[in-house]
């Protein structure tokens, strides 16, 4: 069993030194155990492997994959806004009832709306992603951690930084955290490895984390590789092909939402009608989340659209590339999945991802395209590819 946090024992067999001939050269300091972050758990339920298997029953020979039962756990634990402050936030731990010490794997869910909020993991409702094949993968022998985020569950009272990078990073990691801890304090007995999945704002979480994970935590919670899918990784160009755009687009409506994530937290404080034209700059003020035209030209106001093509709003353009994360070097294995034809979060973005990383030499990126795939049908094949690809480590 892994425990995090131990503290070593100050008793010891040994003789006293003698102060004479004791070393003169200082001793290293002691390394401080991790922080904890865990505040308090909840045990949902216990399910078997036919209860689980059922969930799938629509998805061939997936089902038979579960071999053992699984403790789901609502945990609540302490993480940083993206103002600085601290807060509790939440998240679903799935356990499964295994004799041997097992992996762990971090889960980062996908969209959900202001609406949807009872399908954020530790709702561990029937709509949510961690309900059915997640839960499954849990029961093939692995601990997920799956991180509700910011604005959802324990935050719900608080904005959801949507695609912001840096704290869905941070929330993820210290549910990570705080899901090691519990095991640690529970006798759960995992393992060193660490896993990281997820799908379309999950992905792109997944990605957040794995750079994180291995410039600040990289002793405590190594990376053994990672899986995203469908992230929109470079915000930048993204941004760009927006407003470059003539073609009707099907994501704007989440896209408003980003801008206004970001003009938030970079403290931008554009008005509205800055962004997009009327009617749509009174009507988003009035409902963030109403409904909007596919047409870039027909949504955003010509001033922001040519802003962001020349780049000449330097706190816009700092607050885009603040949040590519597409241009690192990965120590761990990567495999970015993204269907071909995906019509929400264009498939570039893990092909820039892939080339930026093997130009920096990274050796273990691979880009696994799903072909065909939009960023609906892809999600199946996704999750399955992904399954194949840790299930080799």
């Known amino acids: 069993m892994l425990v995090l946090g131990a503290v070593p024992s100050c008793k010891s067999n040994s003789p006293e030194p003698n102060i004479a001939t004791a070393p003169t050269t200082p001793l290293p300091p002691p390394v401080a155990p991790p922080a904890t972050v865990l505040v308090g758990s909840s045990l949902i339920g216990e399910y078997t492997p036919a209860q689980l298997a059922e969930r799938v029953s629509d998805i061939p020979l997936v089902g038979s994959l579960a071999r053992y039962s699984v403790k789901v756990y609502r945990l609540t634990y302490t993480t940083r ?86 704290s869905l990073a941070s929330a993820s990691a210290d549910m990570l955290r705080a899901a090691r801890e519990f095991c640690a304090k529970q006798q759960v007995s995992v393992n060193q490895k660490n896993f990281l999945l ?116 330097a706190p816009l353009t700092a607050s885009l590339r603040a949040n590519d994360i597409y241009d690192w070097l990965p120590r761990a294995p990567v495999a970015l999945f993204h269907g071909t034809q995906d019509d929400y979060v264009p498939y570039f973005n893990s092909q820039d991802a892939y080339q930026a990383m093997r130009a920096r030499g990274a050796t273990r990126v691979e880009l696994r395209p799903i072909q065909g795939g939009t960023h609906f049908t892809s999600a199946a094949p996704y999750t399955l590819s992904a399954y194949a690809f840790i299930s080799q480590f």
Do not use: C
């Not at 799908?199 to 990605?207: D, L, N, Q």
């Not at 190594?222 to 003539?246: C, E, L, N, R």
């Open 81 to 166: 806004n993206t103002d600085g402050q601290v807060i509790t936030a939440s998240g679903a731990l799935l356990v499964p009832v295994v004799p041997a010490a097992v992996p762990v794997i971090s889960y980062q869910h996908g969209t959900l709306q202001p609406d949807e909020e009872t399908r954020a993991p530790s709702y561990y409702s029937s709509s949510s992603e961690v309900w059915s094949a997640v839960s499954v993968l849990a029961a093939t022998g692995y601990v997920v951690s799956a991180p509700d985020y910011i604005g959802y569950g324990a935050s719900k009272s608080l904005p959801h930084p949507y695609e912001h990078a840096a």
């Open 198 to 313: 997820g799908y379309s704002e999950g992905g792109y979480a997944t990605m957040a984390l794995h750079k994180l994970l291995e410039e600040k935590y990289a002793t405590e919670l190594p990376v053994t590789a990672s899986a995203p899918g469908a992230g929109a990784y470079h915000k930048s160009a993204f941004a760009k092909y927006i407003m470059d755009s003539s073609q009707p687009l099907n994501f704007l409506s989440t896209y408003v939402w980003v801008l206004r994530t970001y003009d938030r937290v970079y403290q931008l404080n554009r008005p509205f009608n800055y962004y997009y034209q009327e009617p749509y700059a009174t009507r988003l003020q009035a409902d963030p989340f109403g409904t909007v035209p596919r047409q870039p030209a027909e949504l955003f106001a010509p001033g922001f659209r040519q802003a962001v093509l020349t780049d000449s709003d």
